[in-house]
């Protein structure tokens, strides 16, 4: 039996009055998902606990089949198993995004302009942040260096602050009612200070303001937490699987759960990412003895922080053509039954260009399996008509992999 997991994170919205009241999934040209609606279950599932905030790191462990509330300790830990840092016990771990603040003289009057610095290239972000480590690191503390926008501060003996907010959260607010305000918090907030005073005339970013780009000139800290202790997925669920994604987060969560994690030349994590290489990948994968293949596509979220729907929708329709299409083909012509499981991690609605705890629609579809669907197409919607909810990830994935 084959198991193929495809996650367009952040994929599910709401009804957007510029878009005539649809959703990107209603919107979206996706005829190969489409086509297992008539035959597949088709509802909703609850990928965020009560209590907890729906972060993509919450939100992917619940897919996967973890308890949340048992083994997740942060964001930034996850990352962190992805960058190569074995952190400790006593290790305190935070986010480092790269982010484009408005130049107001004080930093309390800025206003976050873009949480990823105009999705800087991991090259110009690698100078950036050895430039910033030379100020920032000492014997307690050390800045790593990551992809993209996204980044790692390690603290020996650390302690976790309680008010970090996340900056596509808070994209074109002001960002004085969000800094820390406790005593850890502040630690953070001195450091992000700093940052802005070294990065602003950064020869980087002085080019890119001339070529029209944000310039990447604050740290934001986010996430911390401490080391998450993941059981290993075949021992959980007796299937050897494999990770593909072009984000830190997810390649840890592979890692820490000592899955194969696989590398995909060209994956950037947004609408221009390499979505034949994640199908053949995928594919690659199936062909050589991996039994389960969790095909992480992080486009459609990006947009919706963006606001983005042209290229969310562009996002949807990709994933379809690119990757279920073939995959799909794959699995019906590989001579063994399969199982092939479609959904977002949480929703990212465009209007609110930030994630939202709402359940999320899922299509199942098992080749073994006889299924007289009624739902007439893949849309929040239609998942809801169907009166399937599945309380939480466990749930599911227990049912997708039960033969």
């Known amino acids: 039996m084959k198991y193929v997991v495809i996650l367009g994170d952040g994929m599910a919205d709401y009804p957007q009055p510029k878009l005539n009241n649809k959703t990107p999934l209603m919107l979206a040209n996706k005829p190969s998902i489409d086509s297992l609606c ?73 206003t ?34 990551g992809i993209s926008y996204r980044h790692c501060l390690v603290t020996a003996f650390g302690k976790v602050a309680n008010t970090l907010t996340p900056p596509h959260d808070i994209i074109n607010r002001k960002i004085k009612d969000y800094l820390p305000t406790d005593e850890v918090g502040l630690q953070y907030l001195q450091m992000q200070i700093l940052s802005y005073e070294l990065l602003k005339n950064h020869p980087i970013n002085l080019e890119r303001i001339k070529q029209g780009k944000n310039p990447a000139n604050s740290l934001w800290f986010w996430g911390e937490g401490t080391k998450p202790n993941l059981q290993n997925f075949t021992e959980r669920y007796g299937v050897k699987g494999a990770m593909i994604s072009a984000v830190d987060l997810l390649k840890g969560i592979g890692k820490l759960a000592d899955m194969q994690v696989i590398e995909v030349e060209g994956a950037t994590g947004n609408y221009d990412t390499n979505f034949t290489g994640k199908a053949s990948a995928c594919i690659n994968a199936l062909k050589n003895g991996v039994d389960y293949v969790y ?4 486009a459609p979220d990006e947009c919706g922080h963006h606001g983005d729907a042209e290229h969310k929708i562009y996002s949807i329709e990709q994933i ?10 794959y699995l019906q012509n590989c001579g063994e039954d399969f199982a092939i499981l479609i959904l977002p991690d949480h929703p990212t609605p465009l ?33 809801r008509k169907t009166g399937v909810f599945i309380e939480n990830g466990i749930s599911l994935m227990q049912e997708f992999l039960q033969n």
């Open 112 to 145: 976050m302009v873009d949480y990823s610095a105009g999705e800087i290239s991991s090259k110009e972000a690698k100078e950036l942040i050895e430039y910033l480590a030379k100020h920032l690191n000492n014997e307690k503390r050390k800045l790593y260096n």
């Open 320 to 329: 379809d053509k690119l990757v279920v299409k073939p995959v799909l083909e």
């Open 38 to 110: 008539a035959k597949s279950q088709v509802g909703l599932v609850k990928t965020i606990p009560c209590g907890l905030k729906p972060g993509s790191d919450v939100a992917n462990l619940s897919v996967l089949g973890y308890n949340v509330k048992e083994c997740y300790t942060g964001r930034s830990p996850l990352e962190a198993g992805s960058i190569g840092i074995n952190l400790l016990d006593t290790d305190v771990t935070a986010r480092a995004n790269l982010v484009t603040l408005s130049n107001e003289e004080n930093y309390q009057d800025k």
């Open 351 to 383: 209007n609110l260009r930030t994630h939202v705890s709402d359940p999320v629609p899922f299509i199942m579809y098992k080749s073994n399996v006889k299924v007289n669907g009624t739902a007439n197409s893949y849309t929040e919607e239609e998942a």
């Open 295 to 298: 095909v992480h596509m992080e």
